[in-house]
């Protein structure tokens, strides 16, 4: 069974820290790895990482693959309080009988204060 | 506009009552899913389908059926509805081609009593 574990549970900080999110895994073979940010209601799509070592960047955030150690991990850099939210990552599986399937971790909940 | 249509947002029922969950894609999607998400837990698969006609068992798939036999549509039932299916339900979809994220629907609140 594939398993996606992400770390802190919980996050809280102060407008303009930086903060690291974590997600590990145990696939070995997946298609790839996403970022989703949740506020109130439906998940939306972030990143999507396939390659292992190349960061894929989008304003102040950023994310990384390394598929050597099993991880990934999203950086938020001088946060905002609209970057409070859940923020999720998920495997896309590759094959067998995880073939079409999208597991999601726990989340990390993040609230930033002003 | 163009996405993922759940229907209905808020529902309550009394143990043992059934219904279904309705899904809709107007972007020719082949793949679509179901999910429940609890506090503290993430998203979990419940079922999901590769195509129409299709379907396959996700983590938690007991006490819930599915069916998809319009490729725009998957349906989600509960037969005797269990204060434990008390939960968020999410659809999603996506395309077979790599490199697309996700879309997901609003969410259904069901709360079972």
């Known amino acids: 069974e594939d398993k996606v574990v992400q770390s802190p549970l919980s996050l809280v900080v102060h407008e303009g820290d930086t903060v690291t999110l974590n997600c590990s895994y145990e696939?070995?073979?997946?298609?790839?790895l996403l970022w989703y940010k949740q506020e109130k209601k439906a998940p939306t799509f972030l990143f999507m990482l396939?390659?292992?070592?190349i960061e894929k960047k989008s304003g102040r955030l950023s994310s990384i693959l390394d598929k050597k150690e099993l991880f990934s991990i999203l950086n938020i850099t001088a946060t905002q309080t609209g970057d409070s939210a859940v923020y999720l990552c998920?495997?896309?599986?590759?094959?067998?009988?995880?073939?079409?399937?999208?597991?999601f971790g726990q989340g990390t909940i993040l609230t930033v204060h002003p | 506009n163009a996405g993922v249509t759940q229907t209905p947002k808020f529902r309550v029922l009394k143990t043992g009552q059934s219904m279904t969950l309705l899904c809709a894609q107007d972007?020719?999607?082949?793949?679509m899913y179901w999910y429940r998400q609890d506090p503290g837990m993430g998203l979990r698969l419940i079922h999901y389908?590769?195509?129409?006609?299709?379907?396959a068992k996700g983590e938690v798939p007991d006490g819930y059926n599915v069916s998809r036999l319009k490729k725009q549509n998957f349906l989600l039932g509960l037969e005797s509805a269990a204060p434990s299916q008390t939960s968020v339900y999410f659809c999603?979809?996506?395309?077979?081609?790599?490199?697309?994220?996700?879309?997901f629907g609003s969410g259904t609140r069901l709360t079972v009593v």
């Open positions: 998920a495997l896309w599986g590759a094959g067998g009988t995880s073939y079409g399937k999208l597991t």
């Open positions: 999603a979809s996506r395309r077979t081609a790599p490199g697309y994220g996700y879309t």
């Open positions: 696939v070995t073979n997946f298609r790839s």
């Open positions: 389908s590769v195509g129409e006609g299709t379907t």
């Open positions: 396939t390659s292992s070592g």
């Open positions: 972007m020719n999607h082949e793949y």
